[in-house]
């Protein structure tokens, strides 16, 4: 196993900058994809983005704009931040793993971080 | 941009009755299609990847099948707590992206 930890401040005033970062315990950050899912209270989940170790990225088209993630692989861990936030972008954020082919799909969810957006 | 359709919304059953959950895609996705259940307050569990791999620790009476845009979770011998919502999650080979489905809420009566 690979746990995940990810922690952030747990309000963020609207217009402002999320800031969250993952921390990968154990294991190798390598040939992997780091990810960042959200869930806002009541609603499905959402992806926004993927990050391997090489830093290669893909992200959600319709968060592309305000997104960044980034990859520490000497600290273990991956980031990331969206810009100009309202308050549609209170959720549970959480950071995931996927392991890539055979599997093509999250195996490892951190506990997952909630964030409001609120003044 | 692919989009999944999940059916029905709920779902409530008696323990030991068979639940089959609907995935449906707007295109084709091969196999690539997983299911996880999840619980409140909890983050999602994955239950089957590439349609129909269980993944490790999971019982046998989840099963999963399907391919191109339809697909299917069957829950047999339901157990009071496999109550959850259930969701379906295609990720693209390359490049890597993601969509999920609106999910299934199963209770369990």
């Known amino acids: 196993q690979v746990p995940l930890q990810g922690s952030g401040p747990g309000l963020v005033k609207p217009s402002e900058t999320l800031s969250l970062t993952c921390i990968v315990s154990?294991?190798?950050?390598?040939?992997?994809?780091w990810s960042w899912i959200r869930q806002p209270p009541g609603k499905e989940l959402q992806w926004i983005a993927y990050?391997?170790?090489?830093?290669?990225?893909t992200y959600n088209p319709s968060l592309k704009s305000r997104v960044t993630i980034s990859v520490d692989t000497s600290k273990n861990q991956f980031s990331l931040t969206l810009s100009s936030v309202t308050a549609a972008d209170t959720a549970v954020y959480y950071c995931?793993?996927?392991?890539?082919?055979?599997?093509?799909?999250?195996?490892?969810w951190g506990q997952g971080t909630m964030v409001t957006v609120s003044s | 941009e692919i989009v999944l359709t999940q059916s029905p919304v709920t779902l409530s059953l008696s323990p030991g009755e068979r639940a089959t959950l609907s995935c449906r895609a707007s295109?084709?996705?091969?196999?690539?299609l997983a299911w996880y259940q999840q619980k409140p307050g909890q983050a999602p569990r994955i239950l089957i990847f590439?349609?129909?791999n269980r993944a490790t620790g999971i019982p046998a009476r989840f099963s999963g099948s399907g391919s191109g845009t339809d697909f299917t979770l069957t829950i047999s011998g339901l157990e009071p707590q496999d109550s959850a919502v259930y969701y379906c999650?295609?990720?693209?080979?390359?490049?890597?992206?993601?969509?999920f489905g609106p999910g299934t809420k199963v209770d369990i009566k």
């Open positions: 999650q295609h990720r693209s080979n390359w490049p890597p992206v993601s969509t």
């Open positions: 154990g294991g190798s950050m390598n040939s992997v994809y």
């Open positions: 590439d349609a129909s």
């Open positions: 995931a793993r996927d392991p890539g082919a055979p599997v093509h799909a999250v195996d490892i």
């Open positions: 990050i391997d170790n090489r830093g290669s990225i």
């Open positions: 295109q084709s996705v091969s196999s690539y």
